[in-house]
C-alpha cells in the first residue's frame, strides 16, 4: 500500500501522457494550409459596410462567438450565453444567416453541460468558447467543457454537423496529458492540403502556454506544436501567409499592460519562431487578425491598457514589423459603470465573396456583427500613417 501510494499518481500521470508523447515524437512531414488561402477580391470595388446585432437571447450574458461560411453560402454563429460565464446554466446557441434575404435565425441552443455529460460520461459543470469550423460540407463545433471550478479545468469537445443543424453527440479532442483537462480553444481553425485541421489551443492549468494542434476531422490529434515563450500567451490566431507560413498573434494573459505579440512559421505550424511584440498596446484581450488584398495583416484588439472599452483594428505592411494608427470599431468613454462596457473577443473570417465578417462581444449582452470589403478596409487606413 506505501508503495501504491508513493508511485500511484505518478504512474498515472505517465499513462495518461503517453499518446501525447508519442506524438511529439511521432515525424510528420510539414503540412501546407489548403488553398485558396485568400479568396476573389476586388480592390477598385466600391466600398461595402454594414453592422447588426444577432438576434437576442433570454440569458444574461453572452460572450464568446465565431462564424463560419457554410458549402451553400449562409453563414453560421456560434456563442455561449447563460448568468455569467463558467456557469450551471450556460448553453451553446447558433444563428444562421439565410444568403439570400440576409435574415438571421431565432437562436437555437445546440450544447449544454446535460448533454455533453451525457455524451462525454464525465461530469460537466459549464460549456464555453464555442469554435465553428466549416470544410466543405462538413462542419464542426470545437469547444470547452468545463469540468468543475473555472476554465482551469477545461477540455476540448467536438461536435459534427452535415448541414449546420443537427449535430452529433459530443466527444473528447485530447490534447493534454493531464488527464485532458486544462486545454482550451478559442483562435480560427484553418483547413490543411490533407484535410487535417490547425487547431489552435491553449493551456491555463499547468501555466499558460499557446499551441497549435493537427488534428483529423474526426478530432484525433496527430500532432501538437507549442509555441514556446516564458510569458503567459494563450488563445492564438493563426493567419496563413502561404502555403506553408503563417503568422500568429496571442493574448498577452498578464494583469498589467502589455502589447500584442506576433510569431511565425515557415514550415505549416511544425515551429515557430521567437514571440515579438508589437506596438499595439493591450491588456489581456483576445486578438483576431487576418491578410488583406495588398499582402498587409489586419489586427483586431482591444486598444487599451486597462479594460475593454475600446476595440479596434490596424494594418501591418511588413508581416506585423510597423504597424499603423489604431481606426476604433467601438470606443465608449461612458463614466457609467452600471453597464458592463466591454467590447472583446473579435472572431473574423472572409467569406467566398470576398466580404470579411467580424464577430464581437457587444457588453456582453449582444453579439455584434460588422460585414466589411478590402475597399471599406483599405480606404478607413488610407490616411493613417504608419508607426513603429
Keep these: 500500500m506505501t508503495a501504491l501510494r508513493r508511485y500511484g499518481i505518478p504512474i498515472a500521470i505517465v499513462i495518461a501522457a503517453l499518446p501525447a508523447i508519442v506524438r511529439s515524437v511521432h515525424l510528420t512531414q510539414a503540412p501546407q494550409f489548403a488553398a485558396p488561402l485568400v479568396h476573389p477580391r476586388v480592390l477598385d470595388g466600391r466600398p461595402q459596410y454594414s453592422a447588426e446585432f444577432l438576434p437576442a437571447t433570454s440569458t444574461h450574458v453572452v460572450h464568446g462567438s465565431s462564424i463560419?461560411?457554410?458549402?451553400?453560402?449562409?453563414?453560421?454563429?456560434?456563442?455561449y450565453g447563460g448568468s455569467d460565464e463558467t456557469r450551471t446554466d450556460v448553453a451553446i446557441y447558433a444563428s444562421r444567416c439565410d444568403h439570400r434575404?440576409?435574415?438571421?435565425?431565432?437562436?437555437?441552443?445546440?450544447?449544454?453541460?446535460?448533454?455533453?455529460?451525457?455524451?462525454?460520461?464525465?461530469?460537466?459543470?459549464s460549456v464555453g468558447n464555442p469554435v465553428v469550423f466549416a470544410a466543405g460540407p462538413r462542419v464542426s463545433l470545437f469547444y470547452t467543457a468545463i469540468l468543475f471550478g473555472g476554465w482551469s479545468a477545461g477540455t476540448i469537445c467536438l461536435k459534427d454537423s452535415t448541414d449546420g443543424t443537427t449535430w452529433s453527440p459530443a466527444r473528447h479532442v485530447r490534447t493534454s496529458p493531464l488527464f485532458n483537462i486544462g486545454m482550451l480553444v478559442r483562435g480560427r481553425p484553418w483547413l490543411y492540403a490533407d484535410g487535417s485541421i490547425a487547431l489552435p489551443i491553449y493551456q491555463q492549468l499547468e501555466r499558460r502556454w499557446s499551441a497549435i494542434a493537427r488534428v483529423t476531422a474526426g478530432g484525433d490529434v496527430v500532432d501538437?506544436?507549442?509555441?514556446?515563450?516564458?510569458?503567459?500567451?494563450?488563445?492564438?490566431?493563426?493567419?496563413?501567409?502561404?502555403?506553408?507560413?503563417?503568422?500568429?498573434?496571442?493574448?498577452?494573459?498578464?494583469?498589467?499592460?502589455?502589447?500584442?505579440?506576433?510569431?511565425?512559421?515557415?514550415?505549416?505550424?511544425?515551429?515557430?519562431?521567437?514571440?515579438?511584440?508589437t506596438s499595439l498596446v493591450q491588456?489581456?484581450?483576445?486578438?483576431?487578425?487576418?491578410?488583406?488584398?495588398?499582402?498587409?495583416?489586419?489586427?483586431?484588439?482591444?486598444?487599451?491598457?486597462?479594460?475593454?472599452?475600446?476595440?479596434?483594428?490596424?494594418?501591418?505592411?511588413?508581416?506585423?514589423?510597423?504597424?499603423?494608427?489604431?481606426?476604433?470599431i467601438e470606443r465608449d468613454t461612458s463614466p457609467d459603470n452600471i453597464v458592463r462596457r466591454e467590447y472583446s473577443y473579435p472572431y473574423l473570417i472572409q467569406a467566398n465573396d470576398g466580404t470579411y465578417h467580424l464577430l464581437y462581444t457587444w457588453q456582453r449582452t449582444r453579439i455584434r456583427h460588422i460585414a466589411f470589403n478590402d475597399a471599406w478596409l483599405l480606404a478607413q487606413f488610407q490616411l493613417r500613417s504608419f508607426r513603429g
Design 101 to 125: 434575404t440576409g435574415r438571421w435565425t431565432d437562436p437555437q441552443v445546440i450544447e449544454t453541460p446535460d448533454s455533453a455529460e451525457r455524451a462525454l460520461r464525465t461530469r460537466v459543470k
Design 224 to 277: 501538437q506544436v507549442r509555441i514556446e515563450d516564458p510569458r503567459p500567451l494563450i488563445q492564438p490566431w493563426i493567419v496563413p501567409t502561404a502555403p506553408s507560413s503563417a503568422v500568429a498573434f496571442l493574448r498577452s494573459a498578464s494583469r498589467m499592460p502589455s502589447s500584442v505579440t506576433v510569431t511565425k512559421s515557415d514550415d505549416g505550424g511544425m515551429h515557430w519562431d521567437p514571440v515579438f511584440g
Design 68 to 79: 463560419a461560411e457554410l458549402a451553400d453560402g449562409d453563414l453560421l454563429a456560434v456563442w
Design 283 to 328: 491588456r489581456d484581450s483576445a486578438v483576431a487578425g487576418a491578410r488583406l488584398a495588398d499582402g498587409s495583416l489586419l489586427a483586431i484588439y482591444n486598444n487599451t491598457a486597462w479594460d475593454r472599452r475600446d476595440l479596434s483594428m490596424a494594418r501591418s505592411p511588413d508581416g506585423g514589423i510597423h504597424w499603423s494608427k489604431p481606426f476604433p
